[in-house]
C-alpha cells in the first residue's frame, strides 16, 4: 500500500481520496501532474509563453493627431529599448554622437559591440568622447529607439493576426503609449486601463518582415470578412454628419483651419455662396480628400428631412447624403472607406483615414459637440 501511495503521488498529487505527499516543511509536493499542467506548468508557462527581452508594456490612451500607422512612445522607453545599427562611413559622425550622449541622455546609446564581438556597456564609461572618436566603420552600435523605428504592437489576448501589428515609432513625452482611436478595434482595445505590449525587432530581416506584412495599413481588410476593420469612430462618425449636412456653411477662416490641419495642399474649391460673405458647405471640404476619379453610391444609416437617403459621389465630389458610420465606419462592409482601399490600395486608404480623422476632429474641436 505504502508504494501504491508513492507511485500515485510521484504522478500526481492531487487525487482526490487521497492525502497529498509533502515535504518536511509541510507544503506539497510539485510531482509530474502538477509541473506539467494549468496556467504556470511546463507547456502554458515555459513553451507556450515566455519571458522576452526588448520589449515595453505600460497603459494606452487616445491621440487623434497620430497617423493610424504611428504609436506613440514614453521618452523613458524610447531611451531603454535598443536597436542594434551597424557604423558605416555615412553615418559615422552620427553613431559617434550618440555614444557622446551615452545611455542617459535621450537620443543615444547603450552599448557598443567591437568587430570582434566584445560589448562595451556605456553606463561605466567616462571617457565617452575618446571611445567616440575611436569607433570606425564595422562597429555596431545599440542605439535609444527613435522617430520612425518599427515595432510591434500587442494587446492580449491574441485572438487574430490583428491582434500584433508593425507600427512605427513616435517618442513623445509623458508615461503611456498614445494609438489613434481608428486602431481600436482589431487589438479590441479601449482606454479605461488596458495595457499594451511593444516588441523591437534586432534584425534587419525582422524589420523588413515587419514592414511589409505586418504594417497597419495592410491589416485595414479583416480575413473574417472582407471589409475594413480599421475605421472611424464614436466623435469623428458625429462630426461626419455634422461636417457634411446640407446645413453646415463654412467661413474662408474656417475651411483654412480645417484643411491646414488636415494636411492639404492643393487649391481652396470656389465658394459655394459668394454674398454677402464667401461661404463653402462642408460636402465641398470633406470631397477634397476623396480621391480624384472616385465614383461611389450607398445608403446613409442616418436621414432627416433636409439630407437625402443616398450618398452619391461622382468623380471625387460628394454631391449628396450625409457621410456617417455607413461610409467610413470600423467594421462596415462595402462602405466609402472599404471601396477606396479595395479600388485605389492600403496607402491611398491610410492617407484617407489620417486626413479626414484630423480634419473631423479639428471640426469637434471648432463646432463643439454633446449631447
Known sequence: DLLQYHVTTYFDNEVSGLPPARHRSGRALRTISQRLKGKEGRFRGNLSGKRVDFSARTVISPDPNLDISEVGVPVDIAARLTIPERATQWNIEEMRRLIRNGPDQYPGALYIVRPDQRRVRLE?????????????????????????????????????????????????????????????????????????????????????????????????????????????????????????????????????????????????????????????????????????????????????????????IRNGKLEEGVIDKNSIGAERSESLFHRIVKDQGSETGREFLNHIAKLLDRFVLMKGFSY
Open 124 to 312: 561605466f564609461v567616462t571617457e565617452r568622447d575618446s571611445l567616440a572618436d575611436a569607433i570606425q566603420a564595422g562597429f555596431v552600435v545599440e542605439r535609444h529607439i527613435r522617430d520612425g523605428d518599427i515595432v510591434l504592437f500587442n494587446r492580449q489576448p491574441s485572438l487574430h493576426r490583428m491582434s500584433i501589428m508593425a507600427h512605427t515609432v513616435r517618442v513623445l513625452p509623458y508615461k503611456t503609449f498614445r494609438l489613434n482611436p481608428c486602431v481600436c478595434p482589431p487589438y479590441n482595445a479601449d482606454f479605461d486601463g488596458d495595457e499594451m505590449n511593444l516588441h523591437v525587432p534586432q534584425s534587419e530581416e525582422a524589420r523588413t518582415e515587419a514592414r511589409l506584412l505586418m504594417q497597419v495599413q495592410d491589416q485595414i481588410l479583416s480575413p473574417r470578412y472582407g471589409g475594413p476593420i480599421i475605421g472611424a469612430k464614436t466623435d469623428l462618425l458625429s462630426a461626419a454628419y455634422l461636417l457634411t449636412r446640407k446645413s453646415t456653411l463654412l467661413t474662408k477662416d474656417e475651411v483654412c483651419r480645417l484643411l491646414t490641419t488636415a494636411g492639404y495642399t492643393g487649391d481652396i474649391p470656389e465658394p459655394a455662396v459668394k454674398r454677402p460673405v464667401e461661404l463653402w458647405t462642408g460636402k465641398q471640404i470633406f470631397s477634397l480628400f476623396i480621391p480624384r476619379g472616385f465614383s461611389f453610391a450607398a445608403r446613409s444609416s442616418m436621414v432627416t428631412k433636409d439630407d437625402k437617403e443616398h450618398v452619391i
